[in-house]
């Protein structure tokens, strides 16, 4: 069966699908309609651009429907300005409210972080959400063990004596590992395949922008990623499945406080040639 199908009354012979396909696995000359090569199967990425790009709706990919790829609604994207408002003001929350995230949502964050970027479009992140805020505490709690070992591991001062204020502020009950914040979602990733690292925390980032579009509060959890994979217990916690390993966490929860006005941030370092 051919990896795709041309219907040749709707098919201009405009070559753009064979010119936007990623890998060059479609063979067009403009005597002729597109045709896979050969082995086609063999260096597909699955990317679907060959349909979404066709202005005629001419092409059937895998057999799937045209309707399977809905259109693209131009009146419904943001212009740069509303881009840049946005992405601007988005912050790194850290006061929680105690109401959860419903699970509809959580799972509409997650759908979303589908359409993240992957490298050769490999699709690997997977994703592991603490609801329950008891597990999240357990969680942190064990962050703070971990942070009690580097307080006096970490040959840097300065590093260590972060990790100590951390313990104390614990001890005082002041939550430093997750804010408070309900919920955890990690992404998770086997570990032998080259792009996974850039592909969790690009899918998390959609993840986290998209929960602010959603009135939700977000902040990494750097701590947790760092312990994730080098500390025991915590490992066994997160139950993550063998030869898999953390690369990004974020709390999540609805924030205490609204934000009012945009932070300044250093110029970009950037060298240009
Ligand atoms: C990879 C990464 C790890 C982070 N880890 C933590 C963390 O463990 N705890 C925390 O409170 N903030 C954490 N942050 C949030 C940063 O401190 C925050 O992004 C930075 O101060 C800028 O603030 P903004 O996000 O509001 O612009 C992390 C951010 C990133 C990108």
Redesign the pocket.
Known sequence: MSLFKIDQEKCKRDGICARECPTKIIDFTEDRFPTPVKNAEEYCLNCGHCVAVCPHGALTFNNMLIDEYPLVQKDLLPNSETIKQFLTSR??I?NYQKQAVNHELLAELIDLGRFAPTGSNKQQVHWKVFEDSSKTHSLASLVIDWARIMAKKIPDEVAAKRMERLVSSWEDGVDRIF?GAPHIILTHAPSNLPSVPSDCVIALTYLELYAYSKGLGT?????LTSAANSYAPLTKALGLPEGHKCYGAIMLGYPQFKYHRIPNRNAPLVSWS
């Open positions: 912050r790194s850290r804010h902040c990494w959890a750097g701590y």
